[in-house]
């Protein structure tokens, strides 16, 4: 789904973080219905279900960490936590300095989001900072505007700094419909990378295999899909 590499090539840290007494797994908690944080506190949404599932079923004994986007694979890398897990889109690009599970949620759409129905598209666009949206506007020839959270792309289309949002189109579409007609989908939907994976260090390969073979079993049973429509609907793309 979301978000192209802020390339920076930091040290991975060796050892395999399966072996620890607590693997720790890092989000945003700013991309809600992926991830958010809950009137208590606590790390909540789509994510959130899932990690707890996977982390049941592979045996091991899990935390939450969140941490800004921008420097959300640095971290990994620094070993502030030991999985990504944060709404983020497999790439070659990313896959160049960590790695990543199978999918578990597949490739969908994104899209423009504006205030009227013949906004310019190749004017101003926002989007969020170091996401594979942003890297497709500064491909596009229009003008990226780019901001640190979600809530700032879209508060940059209200207040008339740009003419569009370009987001993934699951986080947008509830926005959409609680605006009371302010936002509106224009354009037409564009498909990027390939799903969202869990990122890990490349060194914790017995790590990704168990992990795997949980995502792996989450679809062969259903509880993956039902998870996908719970916090997403029906007619979001499902395994």
Known sequence: MKRLLLATALIAVSGAAFAQD????????????????????????????????LCKRAELTCEWVTNEWDSIIPNLQSGNYDVIIAGMSI?????????????????????????????DLGGVVSAQVSTIQAGYV??????????????ETIAAVRNGEAAAVFADKDFLAPIVAESGGELMFVGEDVQLGGGVGLGLRESDTELKAKF????????????????IEKHFGPETAKF
């Open 22 to 53: 607590v693997v720790r797994l890092g989000t945003e908690g700013a991309y809600p219905p992926f991830n958010f944080i809950n009137d208590a506190g606590e790390v909540a949404g789509f994510e959130r279900d899932v990690g707890d599932e």
């Open 91 to 119: 790439t070659d690009e990313r896959d160049e300095v960590i790695d990543f599970s199978q999918n578990y949620f597949p490739p969908a759409a994104s899209a423009f989001v504006a205030t009227a129905a013949d906004a």
């Open 138 to 151: 500064a491909e596009s020839g229009a003008t990226l505007l780019e901001f640190a959270t979600p809530d």
């Open 212 to 227: 795997d073979a949980a995502i792996q079993s989450m679809k062969d049973d259903g509880s993956l899909n039902a998870l």
